[in-house]
C-alpha cells in the first residue's frame, strides 16, 4: 500500500474538498498550504513552483490526482501527472467532486490523464453516491472514500520501462 503520497490538485475550486480527503488520515501526504503560502510560491515564479513540487514528489511512494470539475485544465496538474510518470511513480485518479464543499457539490470533470503520457495507463476511482433522485450525496461519498482511499492508493499505475 503506498502510505506516503503527493496529492495533485486545483488549489483553488477543491481545496475544501482536499481536506475532507485528508481529514480521512488514511495517507500521509505533503503540507497542504494555506492560500497565502501558496501565493508566496506561485509569485517566486515557474521555477520555484517546480522546485516545490520536486521536493514534496521526491520521498512520496505515489502521486493520487484528486480529480475536480476543473483539475484537467490544470497546467500544474498536468506538469506533476508527466513528473510522477517519467519517475515511474505509481499514478491514479479519485474522483472528488462529490464531496462538499462549502455545502455544495460540483460535476464531475474530465479525465486528467487524457492529455498526457499515462492517458489510458491510470485508473481513476469514483466514490460519487447518488440517491435514489440521481443527486449526489455528498456524506454517503465521503464514506465511501473513507473506506476505500487506503485500498485505491495502491492501485496506481506506473510507466513500464520499455
Known sequence: MAKTIFYSF?????????QLVRNINALEAQPLLNAQEWEQ??????????????DQMTYKKAVIVLIGKETASRPWVTYEIEKAWAAKKPLLGVRIHGLSSMGGVD??????FA????AGSA?????TVTDWSGKIDSQATYNKLRANLEAWSSQGATKRPW
Open 115 to 118: 492529455r498526457t503520457d499515462a
Open 123 to 127: 485508473p481513476i476511482f469514483d466514490p
Open 10 to 18: 486545483h488549489y483553488q475550486r477543491d481545496v475544501h474538498r482536499v
Open 41 to 54: 510560491v506561485r509569485q517566486s515564479g515557474d521555477k520555484a513552483i517546480e522546485k516545490w513540487i520536486h
Open 107 to 112: 460535476s464531475a470533470g474530465p479525465d486528467p
